[in-house]
């Protein structure tokens, strides 16, 4: 009598494993895209055109998962904008720079998750759970409160 193949296929150790995701044997890096818009004619823009010729393959080279644009913007500032996961940009000028401050302004888009600046002082309360009596509001109340 011939063996018969079973129905499932056998699930394997490795298969079992978690997947990669963010703090788990895994970085996504947030950053997607680098645009640098600077002007040909403005000395203002000089600063970020020497930076462009040194650095920009080897930028491209160390951050391959970053796509790298240059645009011209005619007659205005330079500037450099992050785009990152969560669909949101980051925009930083930088007509008041040097070529060394260029470089930690770019790293600081890199390094940035795009997310919205939250202030630390007073942290608001986030629960993944409705609270079972609801929010409290004095608009919602029977009789308002008499002193």
Known sequence: MPAIAP????????ALRSKGANGHAAFVPQVRKLVFEYCDVRHSSG?????L???AEKLAAKNPH???????????QPIVRGFYMNDRTKVIGLNKYDEATLKEKVQLLLD?????????????VES????????????????????
């Open 7 to 14: 129905v499932t296929p056998p699930i394997l150790r490795a």
């Open 47 to 51: 600063p970020l055109r020497n930076y």
């Open 53 to 55: 010729l040194d650095n």
């Open 66 to 76: 970053v796509e790298i644009v240059v645009k011209q913007r005619p007659q205005r």
């Open 112 to 124: 940035s998750s795009g997310a919205k600046i939250k202030s630390l002082k007073r942290r608001t």
């Open 128 to 147: 993944r759970t409705e609270s079972p009596r609801g929010i409290w509001s004095g608009l919602h109340v029977h009789e308002p409160f008499k002193i």
